[in-house]
């Protein structure tokens, strides 16, 4: 695979502040010009309960600009209040309703993927919160062009979703035909130590035995600042982190290799931003 090749991306704005359209289009026009080729948006602000808002206009133009310029896959970020794991009737019954939402919104984009945490179980019980994410998926009436993925998690406090395991017991629980992202900062932070080409090997191939190459649809790549095992979710730069140059270039060409699309969420700062993380990963490819 060249380095044209490799699919990454940037998480891009919808607002209509972010460029010349009137909405979702922005996030393209913002990929491109950030020499991405591939991309994440939220549909709407994620810190809030909120319904997206996207005409059938704006979502013809967002998916006549992709395709245009080659841009794909999108995934769309669920809001960060959904927690599928909740023992709460009414946080489980909000989690839903934005879900059911999110869904719709991908398939009327032409996005395939929706990627959401399990969140956290809260006194459910591990077993209890997975159980409770089974049962929510299972209530989503998902469009046939759409696919729910699950991300994997720091594993902080009763949060889910740290441990491979856990994303294998969410597929079982359901018979919604889940996949899955990993955040290379998440897993990182979660104790699966991906710092060195042998440690990116040995979590590809548990990733594989545990829950399945074959399930992996999406990659969030970030470099961390904390080090592996502490539960610490703090981005950093690509390969300037705790993981570093060593682990990310394995990590790059490993899910390259794959055919993986990878998104970043890395950090602005230090003079440094999306395009600059970009040409970093073209760089570390096959390098």
């Known amino acids: 695979m060249s380095a044209d090749d490799i699919r990454i991306g940037a998480h891009t704005s919808i607002a209509k502040s972010a ?8 996030a393209v026009h913002q990929q491109v010009d950030y020499g991405g080729n591939c991309g994440q948006i939220f549909s709407h602000s994620p810190q809030v309960w ?21 841009v794909r896959p999108w995934v769309i970020h669920s809001s960060y209040l959904v927690n599928l794991c909740t023992p ?31 969140g956290a179980h809260t006194g459910a019980g591990v077993e209890g ?33 740290g441990q491979f395991e856990h994303l294998a017991t969410v597929a079982d629980e359901t018979s919604e035909p889940i996949e899955f992202c990993l955040d290379t900062a998440h897993v990182f932070a979660a104790g699966y130590d991906l710092s060195t ?11 594989d035995d545990v829950v399945g190459l074959d399930r992996l649809s999406y990659v969030h790549l970030n470099d961390s600042k904390h080090a592996c095992g502490t539960n610490k979710d703090e981005h950093a730069h690509i390969g300037e982190g705790e993981i570093g140059v060593e682990g990310m270039r394995a990590f790059i060409n490993t899910a390259a290799d794959l055919g993986v699309p990878m998104a970043l969420e890395t950090p602005t700062e230090d003079g440094k931003s999306f395009p600059w993380n970009i040409e970093r990963v073209r760089e570390l490819h096959q390098a």
């Open 197 to 207: 080409a042998e440690g990116v090997e040995a979590t590809f191939a548990e990733f």
């Open 50 to 70: 909120q319904s997206p808002d996207v005409d059938d206009e704006a979502a013809t133009q967002f998916r006549d600009l992709a395709e245009e310029n080659d």
């Open 88 to 118: 709460k009737d009414d946080l489980r019954r909000k989690s839903l309703e934005s879900m059911q939402e999110e869904v719709d919104v991908a398939d009327r984009l032409g996005i395939p993927y929706v990627n959401v945490h399990l």
């Open 129 to 161: 919160g997975l159980a409770n994410a089974g049962s929510v998926l299972d209530d989503l009436d998902v469009p046939e062009s759409v696919t729910v993925l699950i991300e994997s998690d720091a594993g902080s406090g009763t949060k889910l979703g």
């Open 19 to 26: 460029g010349p359209y009137d909405g979702p289009a922005n």
